[in-house]
């Protein structure tokens, strides 16, 4: 059963993916929310993060989980489906329907860790096959937060001419030394798991679910900040009065861990994760811009909205803050934002009403 | 062979862990430096951090590793084996001689997990008694760094009468939330292993090396601070000119993960780190005073010194200016300070001359 709508593209023309590769066909599973005007200037790509999905505003069918923006996509919200036409697509490499592991091959079987390595440009060139498959040529704005900020500056640096504006939040223009140890870890956990199998478990009675939950414990904690943690969590013990001296989860923290690594193995694709966390690891626009970073933002002439939070310690706000000095220097017309926050790398996904005023100036006088 | 020193302890009157379990006998493996002198008032005992061990100035005869604290202990160094007697004892649940997981029961078998769950409390119960031991009442000083540090905090709570001074470094007086986090990731990983077995692996052929191997890296990156990481790694690729794309090691920091973690699952236990790491998440000097802090530090008069790192984010500044003030709320003479650094928690056992100079001034001036 075929629940998401797809898009076959580069049927004809395959993509020439950043390793030199060609891809083709590419499957890309995509959800859109309200009506593209009449003359197709009011569409709003959203550029997932890691694990998100093209399910930005509504349940996603699969996990029946709700929208994972709603706090900023909706009706009524900063992004309106009554004003917008909202466009959503599951990134390449992902396991949302879009082309990645778990795609079949001509004998039915996944392709495993047969998919190429792709990187967040290769992501933001199947994108551009989805507009033109839309018959968009200029899309009004383009926006994401973490790896989806990463896609948003990509879109900048290889298709400049093809918005009106972008909004890049809650990332940098290349994944720090902290972050590819962070991600190495989590990888480490998944191929170290013997059900992993080289990547062949489809059939397998057996998942690696372990390596994949360890993975996804790991990586919460880089998105809350230290305060936080200690706000929500602290030492509280979790449905006991005292320590149990037994190797029990005592803390509550412990709980809340296990509970998001258990719930994370229900919807996501190990290899997935393997393929998505490289991605970001290769994400350098310094390097894509043969050393030069300032070229990558050169052409084109979008309106440019940054963001970062204060407790964010993935892509701290210094990092942000270096990204607006070389845009400055090209000249372009950007505006930086820095907002005081508890809430981490997740702040851009809750409840942060500073930035949501900030960011609906912003998307307002577009 | 019996290679360590040991003292066989607690034969006659066993030790109350914690728990409330009681523990005996119990082997201490020790390593002493320079001679007591005659009025006994000369000795410093070293407490180790979490995969320490008593080889704190001269070379692990296992490992063939160099002491892990030759900045500050050795001839002509800050603690030195011609003014000071220097003791250095593998903590209690450690993997270098002292009862632990790997202590054989009456059959010939390691204990495995049938080792009781202790505490740093229980740590410092042993050493008291190998000072018994040793016929020392009165130490000159007592310091330790990191899980080091906690036990030196737990002596001034537990036997407050022992010394003249102490000196806790890069500690905190609780393991924060955040800290518990990411242990309970690097449990996870060894206990996912599954030739971990339930802790039964001494005799298979086959040991949990991949899980420790991923608790060992992920606890790197908590040591090093990520300005530290950017300078040393940064994005510098390993051994090639340009990304592979495939699922190697491109990065230089890639390599350095997996080369400390296969380096640590030659010389620790696996069942040693998961004691050990609960030991630490246990570790709360406010519960262990039954919620009143200043009640850990009220008894005793020996004189105090805390010292932590600006980049150390496993035990922030704050946490030890903190321990400062509840110090102070109890009259203690304390000395707090806060060196400037890039090398993160990592920081007391490198070449730190500030705080070398400032620790030298402390220990001469006892």
């Not at 569409?43 to 997932?48: E, S, W």
């Not at 290889?158 to 870890?185: C, D, G, L, W």
Request: net charge neutral; hydrophobic share 40%; aromatic share 12%.
């Amino acid at each position: 059963m075929e629940i998401f709508p797809k898009a076959r593209l580069a049927e004809d023309k395959k993509i020439e993916l950043e390793s030199k590769l060609m891809l083709g066909p590419v499957d890309i599973a995509y959800k859109t929310y309200g009506q593209l005007n009449k003359d197709k200037s009011n569409a709003i790509l959203i550029c997932h993060a890691l694990t998100g999905d093209q399910f930005v505003a509504s349940t996603n069918p699969i996990t029946n989980e709700p929208g994972w923006w709603t706090e900023i996509v909706g009706k009524n919200k900063i992004i309106d489906p009554d004003k917008h036409y909202i466009i959503c697509s599951n990134v390449l490499g992902g396991c949302m329907g879009t082309s990645g592991p778990t795609q079949l091959d001509n004998t039915g079987k996944e392709l495993g860790m047969q998919f190429p390595v792709i990187t967040i440009g290769d992501m933001v060139s199947v994108q551009e096959r989805l507009i033109n498959y839309l018959g968009i040529d200029k899309l009004l704005c383009i926006i994401g937060g973490s790896m989806g900020g990463m896609q948003v500056l990509e879109w900048l640096r290889k298709f400049p001419y093809r918005m009106n504006a972008v909004a890049s939040i809650s990332t940098s223009y290349k994944n720090s030394a902290q972050n590819i140890a962070f991600h190495e870890v989590g990888r480490q956990a998944i191929i170290s798991d013997p059900f992993w199998n080289n990547g062949n478990y489809y059939n397998m009675q057996n998942k690696p679910v372990n390596g994949l939950s360890v993975a996804r414990m790991l990586a919460h904690i880089t998105y809350l900040s230290p305060k936080k943690m200690q706000i929500k969590f602290g030492r509280m013990l979790q449905d006991i009065d005292s320590l149990t001296y037994e190797f029990k989860n005592d803390f509550r923290v412990q709980n809340y861990l296990h509970y998001q690594g258990d719930k994370f193995t229900n919807r996501f694709d190990a290899n997935s994760y393997l393929f998505l966390t490289k991605a970001m690891d290769y994400f350098d626009m310094e390097y894509n811009s043969g050393g030069d970073l300032p070229v990558a933002f050169r052409r084109g002439d979008a309106k440019i909205y940054l963001a970062s939070f204060t407790s964010d310690w993935l892509f701290p706000v210094s990092d942000i803050l270096e990204l607006e000095k070389v845009m400055k220097s090209v000249k372009r017309d950007v505006t930086c934002k820095v907002f005081k926050s508890d809430n981490g790398h997740d702040a851009f996904l809750l409840f942060e009403p500073e930035f949501q005023n900030s960011l609906n100036n912003f998307i307002s006088n577009i």
